[in-house]
């Protein structure tokens, strides 16, 4: 175990509206974020220690489905020091996936790129990662060696399950654990859906996204700890990791609030389990330069 005090934010966001348009941030719902956000600003918010860990490094995640967000993504990670990979997209219905996916790695910051996403969420599909065009752009992300970020609301796990049946030599991380409905306090059918895709040793999960699908205004740490518990249990902390969902995570308090939440939800944890949840699952995952 390393007692390395560093933290890392597995899973945040930037865009530059001047640059490049954000076209879901047209919902009336998200107009406090209707702006354009950058590294400096993360790095002026993100001002809360875990567990006694300052931000480090962090991965940055595609916003929307255009192969130039990713490009623009890649080119900034070789200049930002803050931002240790990138999750990209790429069409993975595409007969070139394999042509586009080489191109990205060997353009600008190329080496960044750790994994792809798909905006599944949205698909209505409810078979969507099982088409066999998905299948077969996912089989060219795993032949390049990356990973997979799941993308997925709580009614579409078992798109997620199915995946990590027939892909298990697919390196998986199901994004904002699988976005339960923490509002409503829809426990059931999320962790009996949790529990089987956590059977996938290939599978991970980030801890993110939770106080988004809470009430805004009012959530409390007794609404998130349920579902923290079930995170625990199914996976365990070495296959759990930490992130903000910055900036959409300010449409629920942001990033030192839900810092200081996940603060709270440790006590207890041993420090190789704290060391796991807050660097080590998303370094290893990711393949961060290992530190101390």
């Not at 890649?74 to 240790?84: K, N, S, T």
């Not at 049946?165 to 998986?172: C, I, K, S, T």
């Not at 629920?252 to 190789?272: K, M, Q």
């Amino acid at each position: 175990m390393t007692s390395s005090p560093f933290l890392i934010d597995a899973h945040h966001h930037l865009w530059d509206l001047d640059r490049r348009p954000q076209p879901w941030l047209d919902d009336p719902t998200v107009a406090t974020i209707r702006r354009t956000f950058t590294p400096a600003d993360l790095r002026s918010t993100a001002t809360r220690p875990i567990a006694g860990r300052a931000l480090h490094s962090t991965v940055v995640v595609q916003c929307v489905p255009d192969v130039p967000e990713t490009e623009d993504l890649l080119a900034l990670a070789e200049q930002e020091p803050l931002i240790g990979a990138v999750v990209g997209w790429a069409d993975l219905t595409s007969p070139a996936i394999g042509d586009v996916l080489d191109r990205l790695l060997a353009g600008p910051g190329g080496s960044y790129l750790r994994s792809l996403r798909h905006l599944v969420q949205s698909e209505t599909d409810p078979g969507w990662l099982q088409r066999p065009d998905v299948e077969r752009g996912l089989a060219a992300v795993r032949g390049r060696g990356l990973g997979y970020d799941v993308l997925v609301r709580s009614h579409q796990l078992d798109q997620a399950i199915r995946l990590a049946e027939r892909f298990p030599d697919l390196p998986q991380v199901l994004n904002h654990a699988g976005k339960p409905s923490v509002a409503r306090g829809e426990l059931a059918d999320w962790e009996h859906q949790v529990r089987l895709l956590a059977r996938h040793p290939q599978v991970v999960c980030k801890v993110s996204g939770l106080i988004t699908e809470a009430e805004h205004d009012s959530w409390t740490t007794a609404d998130i700890r349920p579902f923290w518990d079930v995170l625990l249990a199914a996976f365990g902390p070495g296959r759990l990791m930490f992130g903000s969902d910055w900036p959409v995570a300010n449409l629920a308090g942001g990033w030192n609030r839900w810092a200081a939440t996940v603060d709270e939800l440790l006590d207890g944890c041993s420090e190789d389990e704290i060391h796991a949840l807050l660097a080590g699952t998303a370094g290893a995952f990711y393949r961060l330069p290992a530190r101390g």
